[in-house]
């Protein structure tokens, strides 16, 4: 009778067995169900193609909007190229959108030549401003003082990449002014480590400037004045994207067209990255720190 009932409790035993690892293997079939279905949604959404010229500035802004629109469920691939191959590969349909259009004054160029191939989203950032900089202890206001002391600078502007508005600005302000300074190409990076060394030094240097930028939060800069206007008024950044996004994209094209901050964010992100912080984890955390904006970029009809 005892052997009976052991048998007997063993069989319940292992029934209940049975049925628990039924239950959880349903459970995990269930939730990797679950997160397969979770995943064709998100890629049914796409993959959106971001270019951007390569500035902290604009590393700071697309990885901010790239940051927002993975979180949205879609797949983001940015490619960071110079302004002239970010303009064509828009225009040409290769890339989806750009946060890297200064207008009016600075890519005028690529407007001009590409505006019917593109759309304009409108700005994402305002009150910008592009010109020659230079420390506030440099003792001239005005880029019509250059040739005076030249030699303080070397006879030379140190600029950033070649392709870029600021750069054909600075060689349009070259021409206009007269100046018998050469205007160095190099990189946004280069540009800013050179400026750093001459303050460092107490040295004169004049480099191409725009803001926003954090070199602005670290250091005592002033604009040459322009009073020839060849760098132009008050600035704004558009998003720009291909045709036909829209209509592929509509969610997407909303939240992009939603898209808009001010200097000061811009600049929190710039810094953080500056100091060592990878572009994606600065961009997370100002998104943290900043959902109620955020909240009214993805809020979509």
Same mark, same amino acid.
């Given at each position: 009778?005892?052997?009976?009932?052991?048998?007997?409790?063993?069989?319940?035993?292992?029934?209940?067995?049975?049925?628990?690892?039924?239950?959880?293997?349903?459970?995990?079939?269930?939730?990797?169900?679950?997160?397969?279905?979770?995943?064709?949604?998100?890629?049914?959404?796409?993959?959106?193609?971001?270019?951007?010229?390569?500035?902290?500035?604009?590393?700071?802004?697309?990885?901010?909007?790239?940051?927002?629109?993975?979180?949205?469920?879609?797949?983001?691939?940015?490619?960071?190229?110079?302004?002239?191959?970010?303009?064509?590969?828009?225009?040409?349909?290769?890339?989806?959108?750009?946060?890297?259009?200064?207008?009016?004054?600075?890519?005028?160029?690529?407007?001009?030549?590409?505006?019917?191939?593109?759309?304009?989203?409108?700005?994402?950032? %305002?009150?910008?401003?592009?010109? #020659?900089?230079? *420390? @506030?202890? /440099?003792?001239? !206001?005005?880029?019509?003082?250059?040739?005076? =002391?030249?030699?303080?600078?070397?006879?030379?502007?140190?600029?950033?990449?070649?392709?870029?508005?600021?750069?054909?600005?600075?060689?349009?302000?070259?021409?206009?002014?007269?100046?018998?300074?050469?205007?160095?190409?190099?990189?946004?990076?280069?540009?800013?480590?050179?400026?750093?060394?001459?303050?460092?030094?107490?040295?004169?240097?004049?480099?191409?400037?725009?803001?926003?930028?954090?070199?602005?939060? %670290?250091?005592?800069?002033?604009? #040459?004045?322009? *009073? @020839?206007? /060849?760098?132009? !008024?008050?600035?704004?950044?558009?998003?720009? =994207?291909?045709?036909?996004?829209?209509?592929?994209?509509?969610?997407?094209?909303?939240?992009?067209?939603?898209?808009?901050?001010?200097?000061?964010?811009?600049?929190?992100?710039?810094?953080?990255?500056?100091?060592?912080?990878?572009?994606?984890?600065?961009?997370?955390?100002?998104?943290?720190?900043?959902?109620?904006?955020?909240?009214?970029?993805?809020?979509?009809?």
């Amino acid at each position: 009778m005892k052997r009976m009932l052991k048998v007997v409790a063993l069989i319940g035993i292992m029934a209940m067995l049975s049925i628990a690892l039924f239950g959880c293997g349903g459970q995990d079939a269930q939730e990797n169900e679950g997160q397969e279905n979770g995943t064709e949604q998100q890629e049914a959404k796409g993959t959106i193609k971001l270019g951007y010229v390569e500035w902290e500035s604009e590393v700071a802004s697309t990885n901010v909007l790239a940051e927002v629109l993975k979180q949205e469920g879609y797949d983001v691939e940015m490619t960071g190229v110079d302004a002239g191959v970010l303009w064509t590969g828009v225009a040409e349909g290769d890339i989806d959108g750009m946060c890297s259009a200064w207008l009016p004054a600075t890519q005028k160029n690529y407007w001009d030549k590409f505006q019917g191939d593109v759309v304009n989203l409108g700005p994402s950032i %305002k009150h910008c401003k592009i010109g #020659l900089v230079v *420390p @506030k202890y /440099v003792e001239i !206001d005005s880029i019509a003082e250059l040739n005076d =002391v030249k030699d303080k600078f070397d006879g030379k502007i140190t600029g950033i990449e070649s392709g870029a508005g600021v750069m054909q600005n600075t060689e349009e302000a070259i021409e206009e002014y007269g100046l018998d300074l050469s205007l160095q190409a190099s990189s946004s990076a280069a540009m800013a480590a050179s400026l750093k060394r001459a303050i460092d030094n107490d040295e004169w240097e004049v480099v191409t400037g725009w803001t926003p930028h954090w070199k602005f939060a %670290k250091f005592d800069l002033k604009y #040459l004045k322009d *009073p @020839k206007n /060849v760098y132009g !008024d008050e600035e704004h950044v558009s998003t720009i =994207v291909r045709q036909g996004f829209k209509e592929d994209f509509p969610e997407a094209a909303q939240i992009m067209d939603n898209f808009f901050w001010e200097p000061k964010h811009m600049q929190q992100v710039m810094l953080e990255v500056h100091d060592g912080m990878k572009p994606t984890k600065a961009a997370q955390n100002w998104i943290e720190n900043h959902q109620d904006l955020v909240s009214e970029w993805t809020s979509v009809e």
